[in-house]
């Protein structure tokens, strides 16, 4: 395993017990980096993506799914295996109460308000489910094709983190061992297909604003390595996506 969590005895900072996390259970090991990976994106956010030359991130509590984020119903009644078994080795019985659930939540509610993402998809081709899904039937937008290593290159520098979404039945509970533990947690039954590599960012503590969205500067000739068109755009499209590439000196095809 590549990821243990440990009960440590602050006294002394020594470690009480500590427990393996499947690696299947840790959202930190991404795909190989050849890896494909999808962002579908009406033209107006592309056009925008490439005069900012920066990724829009959107703030976890303003996502469609308003779910995104948040513990399960089983959480307010069971722990997590993992977090069992740690629990039973270091001879701890902590039962899950009324008030422990509130305060988890409401800690949970004020940190998916400062944590902002955007998201990919792992196939290895695109998708018609995910252009239905993302673009609302708009002819007028487009999928970039990159790969998770570029995607990681093309953020070198900047403030975020990356992770492999993990999918859950609804009688799971999600990840307990933090309180930003279930940000990489979604419903298997409706969003599984997803398949989803997120870039995460969270605002500093002493931020004082907290918008509804975040721009984070990327490179964009090393983000975008290829362009695929909408299957019902218009015949002109094809060229007004060309030149707008080309305006950004940008050589994607």
Known sequence: SSMSLA???????????????????????????DTLIWHYIRFDFFQALLKNKAL???????????????????????????????????GFHIELARGDESQIQWTNKILRARTFIHCWSIRAGESARMWNAFVSGEPRSIALRCTVGCLITALTGQPVD??????????????????????????????????????????????????????????LKTLIRKVV???????????????????????AH
């Open 229 to 251: 068109l909408h299957p019902a755009s218009p015949p002109s499209f094809r060229l007004e996506v060309r030149n707008e590439l080309k305006a950004h000196n940008i050589s």
């Open 162 to 219: 990356f992770a492999r979404m993990l999918y859950y039945s609804r009688g799971q509970p999600r990840p307990d061992w933090s309180y930003t533990a279930p940000f990489t947690a979604k419903d298997k039954e409706a969003h599984i297909h997803e398949r989803e590599l997120r870039v995460m960012t969270m605002l500093d503590s002493g931020a004082s604003e907290n918008p509804d969205q975040r721009l984070i500067p990327v490179d």
């Open 7 to 33: 009960i440590t005895d602050r006294r002394n900072n020594s470690i009480v017990s500590s427990e393996p996390v499947e690696d299947s259970q840790n959202p930190s090991i991404l795909p190989p980096p």
């Open 56 to 90: 829009w991130l959107t703030r976890l509590d303003k996502q469609s799914d308003k779910n995104d984020g948040m513990y399960s119903d089983a959480n307010s009644r069971q722990w997590t295996d993992v977090m069992q078994k740690l629990m039973e080795r270091s």
